[in-house]
């Protein structure tokens, strides 16, 4: 019997809700290898992720995978999408094991408002009202921050656009998640493991200095990096994309409490006036959703009435 809307929502929610409290709690896990140098980090994570993916893909379906990697055009936009990810993890890792979570947690309340703005420029969208003032806000936030802080936030921008343009890639792209997903993570792993191999080489990189339980999480690293991922991928064959999009903020905040709190790091006055217009903005936003998915649905309805 085909499932009920109230059971496949209830599916979504507790997936998205899954793949976002482990986004939010990831600080931790890339914590514990403050002590390993970020690139080396990151190499490991574009490596074993493939390596998870890769497995997954094959005992799930292994036939879908192949006829992705079979299209050039496929190649050609994950090859993109794997440099623009690979860009965003460094950043993000780099930010973690620099004492820069609250400013990456900044970066992912700016990603939707960023996705807006991409959407005007290279999607030829245009701004309704709720839009244009959300917009409005992010910019006085992160100009008054700029002014008074002495420091434009450059992790949360490089955090936010990578990831906006890696959604575009994506969009356009127009794949299914998971095989995109390790298709992109296979071609950029040639990178990691040149990189791996020139620092064992140099003397840079002796695993046998690193602690073996570094090397346990460093190897995890790719089970963590998929698993949330592959939660996402769930979560919107099941939610509304408006859903997903409240859902998101869930991580952006347990960042910004882990870094507060559990590491400590600066809050200035400055950064809670930023904050402070972001969410204002973010709320404009997000009853710009709520109202368009409304008129969606009142639509729909009258089509199939007429219908």
Known sequence: MPESNNTTNSKG??????????????PLYWHMLIEIP????????????????????L????RALISVIKNKRNVYYMGIAGILVTINWGIY?????????????????????????????????????????????????????????????YISFILALSMSIYGIVKKKANLPAVQALTLETLLITPMA??????????????????????????????????????????AIKYLPYSTIGFIQYISPTLQLIIGIFVFHEGFTSAHAICFLFIWIGLAFFTVNIIQNSSFKRKTAIKVNTKG
Do not use: D
């Open 193 to 234: 493991i040149l990189y791996l191999l020139h620092s064992i080489y140099s003397g840079e990189l002796s695993f046998s200095e690193i602690a073996t339980k570094s090397v346990i999480l460093l190897v995890f690293g790719g089970i963590v990096t998929a698993v949330p991922l592959l939660l996402f991928a769930k």
């Open 13 to 26: 929610f507790i997936y998205a809700l899954l793949c976002y409290l482990f986004w939010g709690i990831l």
């Open 93 to 153: 890792i780099y930010a973690v094991t620099h004492q820069y979570v609250v400013e990456s947690s900044l970066g992912y309340y700016i990603n939707p408002l960023i996705n807006v703005l991409l959407g005007v420029v290279f999607l030829k969208e245009k701004l309704n009202r709720l839009e244009k003032i959300a917009t409005l806000f992010a910019f006085i936030g992160v100009s008054y921050f700029t002014i008074s802080y002495g420091s434009f936030p």
């Open 38 to 57: 970020s690139l080396v980090i990151l190499a490991n994570r574009m490596l074993w992720s493939s390596i998870f993916l890769t497995v997954f893909c």
């Open 59 to 62: 005992f799930q379906n292994r």
